[in-house]
């Protein structure tokens, strides 16, 4: 507008100096500048509302706005410049933290009355609380007391609540509570997985674009070293989530041992002897029943040999032999075919026969054998 109206002095004063007409040409250069002010006037108002609205809207709009607008109107290298400086700085950024990482185990030893049913009692526990029950051990001593050991996996929100409940099953008499915190172990281990899975992928799209063979089998190598840096990294990282998921509580239970109670050495009085005769004389007893019952089955025997040895000697005997005569008894009758003695000679009379003197000497001779025999 400045350039019009200077144009159009410029024609007036060219007016003014060639044409008699001056009045006519100041009036047109009068209204030509009023023009002029009025039109300056209305685009300075609009220039100072569009100011002053730009100025509401930038403190009205975020911090990060001014250079969002100022990277997208910028050249293109200076915007991909700053993308790539985000992408950077959201490489390395380290993984938030979703929370402590502890390792917790504990130890207690508990005196019970009943080792068995302390014992089940701590594997309800461990197992209503969602545990596991590890390695168990029992053991019995001279006494006949009873030792357990046992090892139980319960979660870490439930740990406090299972510890306090074998703690109620007897007496503690020990207790060992540990807590090892691996945060910043398990954030290492999670970063070295990530940098290391992508440099896997980086080798493995290595060997899809080579084309020497040297070149695969040298890939191949270094594929294989990495996958297996990874593979141990990922068995870490979940020794490292079982223990610090389940806490480990090692519990042992044993019993009280019993008391003997001693008795005082006093000096022995009648009852103590009549308890010490009456204690030898059943154990005497004892000693003859089972002396007797040890000797019974011989002696059965025995007396069975015995009574078999009679029966087959006396059928093997003479009739005359069976009953012998007693000593100095009275003579019986005469034996069957023998004949009687001759009375004694009187004076006159004529001597026995030489027959009847022989069958008297042989019965003589029969009795005595039968004699000596029985």
């Known amino acids: 507008m400045f350039a019009r109206g200077t144009s159009r002095h410029r024609d007036g004063r060219s007016i003014h100096r060639h044409g008699p007409s001056r009045h006519r ?3 047109a250069l009068s209204a030509v500048l009023l023009a002029a002010a009025l039109a300056l006037a209305g685009c300075g108002a609009n220039d100072s509302s569009a100011g002053s609205s730009a100025d509401s809207a930038a403190k009205a709009a975020p911090p990060g706005a001014g250079n969002a607008e100022a990277g997208a109107a910028g050249p293109g290298g200076e915007a991909d410049s700053r993308s790539g400086e985000q992408s950077g700085d959201k490489a390395t ?3 938030k933290l979703t929370g402590t990482h502890v390792i917790r185990t504990a130890s207690l030893t508990v005196l ?3 080792v068995p049913k302390a014992l089940d009692e701590a594997r309800s526990a461990a197992e209503g609380a969602g545990g596991i029950v590890g390695n168990e051990s029992t053991i019995r001593d001279e006494d006949s007391r009873e030792e357990s ?3 139980l996996r319960v979660p ?5 609540e299972v510890i306090t409940e074998l703690q109620g099953t007897g007496k503690l008499m020990e207790r060992k509570v540990k807590a090892q915190d691996v945060t910043d172990q398990v954030v290492d281990v999670e970063s070295r997985i990530k940098t290391m899975r992508a440099s896997v992928e980086r080798v493995r799209e290595l060997m899809d674009k080579a084309t020497k063979l040297s070149d695969v089998v040298a890939l191949e190598g270094e594929l ?3 996958q297996s840096d990874l593979e141990a990294l990922l068995a870490q990282q979940a020794s490292l989530k079982d223990r610090t998921s389940l806490a480990t509580i090692t519990l042992t239970l044993y019993e009280n041992p019993k008391k003997q109670v001693v008795k005082e050495d006093d000096d022995p009085g009648f009852l103590d002897a009549l308890a010490g005769g009456w204690h030898a004389f ?3 007893l004892r000693w003859i029943a089972v002396a007797f019952g040890a000797a019974l089955p011989f002696v059965a025997a025995a007396a069975l040999i015995i009574l078999v040895w009679l029966r087959v000697v006396r059928s093997r005997l003479p009739r005359g032999a069976r009953t012998p005569l007693p000593a100095g008894g009275p003579a019986g009758p005469p034996a069957t075919g023998t004949t009687s003695a001759a009375p004694a000679a009187g004076p006159g009379s004529a001597e026995p026969s030489a027959p009847a003197a022989r069958t008297a000497g042989a019965d003589e001779e029969h009795g ?7």
């Open 25 to 27: 040409s100041v009036q």
């Open 93 to 95: 950024t380290p993984p």
């Open 112 to 114: 019970v009355k009943d």
């Open 149 to 151: 050991r046992v090892v």
């Open 156 to 160: 870490t929100e439930q740990y406090e």
């Open 224 to 226: 294989s070293s990495r």
């Open 282 to 284: 059943v154990t005497l």
């Open 368 to 374: 005595g054998d039968s004699a000596k025999q029985e």
